[in-house]
């Protein structure tokens, strides 16, 4: 199947520091891609819709002035976290929205946990 | 707006099981449901998607089932065994937002 990574996996940061995290589908071209956020024991939280080339959306109580997005081309997706603090860490999961089979299919990365110190 | 439900949040069995995940959603207006695994601190494998006109879909000792007119979807695994211990997401796309709507998921713990 389709795979899709993320980079880094994990990264721990001080408070007050901006963080890149990389979305990128392998092996087809995502116009959209999806950002989410798990806290401990809780389901995925949608915080954002990424089209290439255009702005991202953003879901209602997502900051978009700390939450960066930018989907410069067909297979990359960045989210930056600005000014990070404690109440950020958590795990955030991207994912790649695929149409080529004609099935609406959303492809997960791997995650990136982060802590801010 | 779409709400997911998975009840109950964790779930213990002996090995060798057959057990049931029940997942229930309230717009019956999906494109499609997909059953998700989660193993801790991972990302989600995609186990089984089922489309808004089928009923069933089967993947080895996994079956899943959708009735979508009442809003509801079940997992089933047969033979339980202790590496299917994870946790099971349920997911439905809505096409009015083209979102996907997560519930909490089912915490699995298969004991040997």
């Known amino acids: 199947g389709a795979v899709v990574s993320q980079h880094p996996s994990r990264v721990i940061c001080k408070s007050g520091t901006s963080v890149k995290i990389e979305c990128r589908s392998l092996d087809f071209q995502a116009t959209t891609m999806f950002w989410y956020r798990q806290f401990p024991k809780q389901s995925l939280m949608l915080m954002a819709t990424s089209n290439e080339g255009s702005k991202a959306t953003y879901e209602q109580g997502v900051e978009k002035d700390k939450f960066l997005i930018n989907h410069a081309s067909l297979t990359l997706s960045t989210l930056t976290v600005t000014s990070a603090h404690p109440e950020d860490s958590s795990f955030y999961i991207c994912?790649?929205?695929?149409?080529?089979?004609?099935?609406?299919?959303?492809?997960f990365g791997p995650g990136t946990r982060l802590l801010v110190l | 707006k779409q709400e997911v439900t998975q009840i109950p949040a964790a779930l213990s069995v002996p090995e060798g099981e057959n057990l049931v995940l029940n997942c229930s959603f309230t717009?019956?207006?999906?494109?499609?449901l997909q059953w998700f695994r989660q193993d801790p601190g991972k990302g989600l494998t995609s186990l089984l998607l089922?489309?808004?006109?089928?009923r069933e879909q089967t993947s080895g000792r996994l079956n899943a089932s959708l009735d979508k007119s009442s809003g509801r979807s079940t997992l089933y695994i047969a033979a339980s065994q202790p590496g299917d211990s994870a946790t099971y997401l349920c997911a439905v796309f809505t096409g009015a937002n083209s979102k996907l709507t997560f519930g909490k998921g089912i915490t699995l713990s298969v004991r040997p």
């Open positions: 717009d019956s207006a999906i494109y499609n």
């Open positions: 994912s790649a929205r695929d149409r080529t089979s004609g099935v609406e299919t959303q492809y």
């Open positions: 089922i489309q808004s006109s089928q």
